[in-house]
């Protein structure tokens, strides 16, 4: 079973990395923009036939490692 | 909204504070000023346990153009050339968030020496962690050190020189101490008084979020359980954000347009215009709708207390708006004037063309509250230690446990993540007795070093003081440098309970001793208390950061050993004083009696001994005797050259141990030539000064008589490898 | 001989190498990258640092700005580039130097001084060196960490493309010598026409025994003979 984890910063937080972006993108012409985050985007695939179960672990990675909870925030896909 | 007492006390002020708010205004403050007041109020902002110890320290020598009170102290170096510098804590932040924590400590204190003019030249750091075992301290540790490489690396100043220590007493509160110190042309300082009615507030930088609100009044209060829980709205530094700043600033200071500058550090706006405004003796009129906001829907309450980084307040000449923003433009950075500055001396603030707080300037500066806490005298443990009466450990073991040790190990997992060179003049790099940065483009050089001795502290605050201040003194000669002045940073726990605070202020009364005797005085610092959690308060932690001149580039000096066959001189007594020594600490987990004296007047005579030998060209290395005693400093030297020693056993020793583990202070170890021998002899004994001649530099071993023989290579592999045991990686 | 280095925001290696090339005799002009256009150059370089931050990728964003374009162009009409750390990164982003600087092996900023030896000195930057040569730079990089493909590898290898590898303090190229975990201990390359250098080494901080040493001013002295 496969998922994907998106972490982004949380939204009060501060993301230079976006801003600088996003001003590079206007500065090249693109006018329409509105706001940019960056993120990272990890895929992880697990022997576990039990979706639940599967979720859960993948849940409890994010946790324990993958997202500095204090700064960002998750979500989890099935793919 | 109704002020409740729920509200007041959660914004960490006590009711008594909150009824003299009360009568300052003569009647109830609104929401935004109760947050204004407990901003301003706050510990972190009004020093106001600590000021009147304070206020004991010497502050001026000849050298002092500004001391303590603006964004950093200014000292005068000859020619048109200051050095500004000052040093900070970052302690809660960083616990919470190690990475932002850290990096945002070093973009704030960057920001209060560019604020005054200066072109930043070096950062030094001083940190602090818990036990090695304890669970949270690895990934404090690497969170630290990557955050402060983070941020300097990246905005391009060089980190030359700290320290990284280890004890339990921090398990869970970490100390993170950042120092900058720039150069600025003494004719060219920007101070923050404001001076001018109806001149243009302007705010430049990033823009202005949700970040750390109530900041300083998290580094006012003590952790508990929850503490974790309750984070707020952690800053993320942007160093690069703030190296445009920076440049912006500096390009702008070339003019003549900036009247009063001030960085937006603790407490953001509030402090920032408060500041300005009372040193200015007048007042501030500022109007949020015109604030550049990262966030939509952000409240007159959020602004004021925001600790976004990387922005400053700059009061303008008439007329020089657009000159100022075109600069600020080129560097792609906001420039908005957001108010003017008035003759009622308040601070007035208007939202949606509604005034929404109107507070006299005085009742947030000069009337805050002042408190006499009540403080006790440290009861002293006397007890004397008797080496006979331990256990023995063979010499040898003894002294590959403490070079191999967390405290005592080689730092350079931690050095070689910061850039070292950039800038371009770096003359002596973490690792030694000082670091030592070139003035650029002239003949003249800069040696600063932090230090900090928390057991000592503790054990006895007032020699601790002085002791600290002393060491600091120490390392600069060591590197051929004449001291000049410092800055502090006073990491204590929670100043309520009278232990603490007579830690405290016994602490600076032995600084005091130290700073007068020496011509040492303090020109910048900062209070960092409630350090502790649940009522466990930390070590008296005090770091001082010194800075000493070098004239003259030919005569600057390291602790290699140089050649073989040189003689090596201990320089001062050894009496062998082994309590509080790392000796006892580590290897048999004492923590009795007292620390070394200080001799104040041994402590100069011998500094200003080693000084002269420089001069006179009679030295070849140096290095000062500090924890783990002669025998430390010496493997110090050999890994550090690769050359060995020959250790001799003085003539009238009473104990091994004593004699080479002992902390007496105020003694340094020098390698001279043997043909100079004799003239340094005639000069020691015609001065008064104590010696002992232990030993001669030799290829390949470090050898004390029988006792010891061990490759210089294995010892320097003995240094480097307990951090890669404890990471499991080589750096 | 006329110099240029081109300015970023963010970069902080500017000063230090516009220092050296005074140092070493050359007219140099420092270049704002919102211009658009560049003044009489035989070199231009393009100085270490953190352009925007390192943002997205170290060198991705300055590798879009005005004045690359000249540079480009410059390049291609024989005028020699350097580009040094940041340099480096951003020459590799436009597609000047061919490869990637992937992140150190160790996943750390790393700073220190290290070897290098003299691979192919049959070029404008390095013929004052002598060949198998040992030289000390200092490092100061996060990603330097060279990595190319196999037919590229061969490339640089047949036609004396490589000019410095990381190596011990006697000159062994292995793996405890080799600080980042680049491909082949490679520290530099240079194009095809061996007129634009990317290294990762900072020879500007190598040319003054009172600092470092002088093992950097060779690198200038072959460009000026």
Redesign the interface.
Known sequence: MKFAVIIT????????QG??IE?TLEGMGVNNLKNLRQGKYIEIELNELDEKKAYSAVEDMCKKLLV?L??EEYKIKKI | MKITNNIVESHGLKLEEYSKIKQLLSREPNYLELGIFSAMWNEHCSYKSSKIHLKKLPIKNKNVIQGPGENAGVIDIGDDDAIVFKIESHNHPSY??PY?GAATGVGGILRDVFTMGARPIALLNSIHFGDPKHKKTKNLLNGVV?GI??YG????VPTIAGETKFNSTYNENILVNAMAVGWVNKKKIFYSKAKGINKSVVYVG?KT???GIHGASMASAEFDENSEDK?P?????????E??LMEACLELMKKDSIISIQDMGAAGLTSSSVEMAHKGDLGIELDLDKIPC??EKMTPYEMMLSE??ERMLIILEDGKEDEAKNIFQK??LDFVVIGKTTELKNLSLKFKKETVATIPIEALSSKAPLYDRKWVKTKFNKNKIKVKDLKKIKFEEAFLKILSSPNHSSKKWV?????????????QRSGSNAGII?IHNKDKAIAVTVDSSANYCKSHPLIGGKQIVCESWRNLISVGAKPIAITNCLNFGNPENPEIMGEFAENILGMKQACEFLDFPVVSGNVSFYNGTNKNNIYPTPVIGGVGLIKN?NKIFNHHFKKIDSNVLVIGKTFGHLEQSVFINQLYNLNEGMPPEVNLLNEKNNGEMILKLINAGLINSIHDISTGGIILALAEMSISSQIGVKINKPKKLSNLSEYFFGEDQSRYLIEVDKSNYSKIERLFKDNNIYFDNIGITQKEYFELDKELKISVKELYDINNKWYKQFNG??? | MNSSVIVF??S??D??IA??LTKLQFKNNMVWHKENELPKSDLIVIP???S????LRSGAIAAKSNILKEVIKASKSGCLVLGICNGFQILIETGLLQGALLRNK?L?????DIHLKIINNSNKFCKNYKKNGIISL?I?H?EGNYFTQKDHLKELEDNELIPFKYCSENGLINESSNPNGSLENIAGILNDKKNILGMMP?P??MI?N???NEDGIELFTSILS
């Open positions: 910063l949380k939204k009060d937080v501060l993301d230079p801003k600088v001003q500095n204090i700064i | 919470i968030e932002q990557s490489g983070g690396n990246c905005i391009g990033s979020g949700r970040d984070k709205t952690v800053q993320v530094g942007d160093p690069f954000t190296k445009l990262r966030e976004s980084q560097w792609d050095t070689e993540q910061y850039d070292q060179m950039v800038m371009g003049d770096t003359i070139k580039l990686t080589d750096c | 925001p963010g902080n290696c000063r230090d220092t050296a270490g640092g953190f925007y931050g390192d943002y160790n750390k900023f790393i700073s220190k200092n100061a996060n900072h500007e901080r003054d009172l600092i470092s």
